[in-house]
């Protein structure tokens, strides 16, 4: 399969590369900069292709991945020094720390006290398809050490938010869209985390007419959560990281499982940022979610459901 750099490294004309990119579902901002040629000039070529036009919208097929994130696994093991030793074998630099919540440039491990016989591994920032390569690094050493999960352990993701910021109505629509679809979402987690005081769901009293009244982030987040970060959408992470923090996910080692989520997660954001769903029914999820992540959550739901 192509990707971005084999498509410029191509000996064809600046308008075949950028139709290629296009296809590959970058934006027009983003080939633009990978192309090094204007914005006016990719336009160009996205009208010649879609016409003038062709509508804004999400298509979940052409998903490209290229959001900043983060993960916190929390893991069962019983020595942090052989964790630690186990990731920087793998090529990945690991520090082990005391409790902070300082973004560092390595890889970490904190004690946590929610996860008893374990503790937590975060994630430096990551970047997408790069930073999914360094995560199937990280899952497979710890697989390697023995970590092990238990219904304690959860996984919690972060995404970046530097292209909408505090914007309240992508914040609405990620609380109305995430509240609304919660029920779907938690078939397919397991029971210990669909009603969890760390994860706590997003379906509060009223919640409809609190979200669509809120005026500012701040506001939302005194009519829903109490600007408390215990629940299963948390955006008082944005206000310490500049992250939305995605905290529901059972923990896992599964470098599968981990990539799916984000990935659920990445194209959730993506898609909040213009859109909110109609409904809680399952086939709101073919909004965003490509065939290979439905058909990874349908088994996921009929697996909890068995």
């Not at 010649?48 to 298509?59: E, I």
């Not at 959001?67 to 082990?96: D, P, Q, W, Y």
């Amino acid at each position: 399969m192509e990707n971005i750099q084999s498509i410029l490294e191509q000996a064809t004309t600046k308008t075949n590369k950028i139709k290629m990119l296009l296809r590959l579902g970058m934006t027009r901002k983003q080939v633009a900069e990978a192309m090094g040629v204007g914005y006016g000039f990719v336009q160009n070529v996205y009208a010649s292709v879609y016409g003038v036009a062709h509508p804004r919208k999400f298509l979940a097929e052409r998903f490209f991945f290229n959001r900043t994130f983060g993960v916190e696994m929390e893991i069962i093991h019983n020595s942090k020094s052989e964790v630690c030793g186990a990731l920087r074998r793998s090529g990945v630099e690991c520090v082990s720390e005391s409790y902070n919540h300082t973004t560092r440039t390595h890889w970490k491990i904190v004690s946590d006290a929610s996860v008893e016989g374990g503790f937590e591994i975060v994630s430096p920032v990551l970047k997408g398809r790069e930073g999914l390569d360094e995560l199937k690094k990280v899952c497979d050493a710890l697989v390697g050490a023995g970590a092990k999960i238990k219904k304690c352990c959860g996984l919690h993701v972060h995404l970046g938010t530097d292209d909408f910021k505090a914007d309240i109505r992508v914040w609405k629509n990620l609380y109305k869209n995430y509240a609304t679809l919660e029920s779907i979402i938690d078939s397919f987690m397991p029971p210990s985390r669909r009603d969890n005081r760390f994860c706590q769901s997003m379906r509060v009293g009223g919640w409809r007419g609190k979200i669509g009244s809120a005026r500012t982030l701040q506001d939302l987040e005194s009519k829903i959560t109490g600007r408390s970060r215990y629940f299963k959408l948390n955006s008082q992470s944005y206000w310490r990281h500049r992250t939305v923090e995605f905290r529901q996910h059972s923990g896992s080692v599964e470098f599968e499982k981990v990539k799916n989520w984000i990935l659920f997660c990445a194209r959730f954001v993506e898609f909040s940022k213009k859109n909110a769903v109609q409904s809680g029914e399952k086939a709101e999820l073919k909004k965003f979610l490509d065939s290979d992540l439905i058909n990874f959550y349908d088994n996921r739901a009929a697996k909890f459901a068995a």
